[in-house]
């Protein structure tokens, strides 16, 4: 059985196939390509914002999880809310031009990463989670941040 402080290897694989969206869309838009069913840029920039709203909202269900254990109601209550602001920042992003769209999703998963590492250091979470929030939040951003500058 692994130890509470030891990244399950599942939650490594999940994350990174979790990305593979991310990078197939920002790919294609990086170097001009056109994606069978999807299209091409409008389209693809349409489905990169769609996905990240979607991955928002999961993050955001993750921080409602971890408030619901908090013994200390005022911290629950802040966090109860605060998980409810990735899906939608997401969600406004969809009214954006893509562009806009695009860094305003890139300003969102930075400072959602850094917050969910935070958790991490306060011992909310375990430390594997921070780490895996962090590596991922950049990878994420990253490839946005490619897709904004296309």
Same mark, same amino acid.
């Given at each position: 059985?692994?130890?509470?402080?030891?990244?399950?290897?599942?939650?490594?694989?999940?994350?990174?196939?979790?990305?593979?969206?991310?990078?197939?869309?920002?790919?294609?838009?990086?170097?001009?390509?056109?994606?069978?069913?999807?299209?091409?840029?409008?389209?693809?920039?349409?489905?990169?914002?769609?996905?990240?709203?979607?991955?928002?909202?999961?993050?955001?269900?993750?921080? @409602?999880?971890?408030?619901?254990? &908090?013994?200390?109601?005022?911290?629950?209550?802040?966090?109860?809310?605060?998980?409810?602001?990735?899906?939608?920042?997401? @969600?406004?992003?969809?009214?954006?031009?893509?562009?806009?769209?695009?860094?305003?999703?890139?300003?969102?998963?930075?400072?959602?990463?850094? &917050?969910?590492?935070?958790?991490?250091?306060?011992?909310?979470?375990?430390?594997?989670?921070?780490?895996?929030?962090?590596?991922?939040?950049?990878?994420?951003?990253?490839?946005?941040?490619?897709?904004?500058?296309?």
């Amino acid at each position: 059985m692994e130890r509470p402080d030891t990244m399950p290897p599942v939650t490594l694989w999940l994350g990174l196939a979790g990305l593979v969206p991310f990078v197939v869309l920002a790919g294609a838009l990086a170097f001009g390509a056109s994606l069978p069913v999807l299209g091409g840029p409008g389209a693809i920039r349409q489905a990169l914002v769609l996905y990240a709203l979607a991955i928002l909202s999961f993050l955001g269900g993750i921080r @409602w999880g971890i408030a619901m254990n &908090y013994a200390d109601q005022p911290i629950a209550l802040r966090d109860f809310v605060l998980s409810v602001v990735p899906p939608l920042v997401g @969600w406004a992003a969809l009214i954006f031009a893509p562009g806009a769209a695009l860094w305003l999703l890139t300003g969102a998963f930075v400072l959602l990463g850094l &917050y969910d590492y935070g958790l991490a250091c306060r011992t909310v979470a375990p430390e594997w989670y921070g780490r895996l929030r962090l590596g991922l939040s950049g990878a994420v951003s990253a490839t946005l941040a490619v897709a904004a500058l296309v």
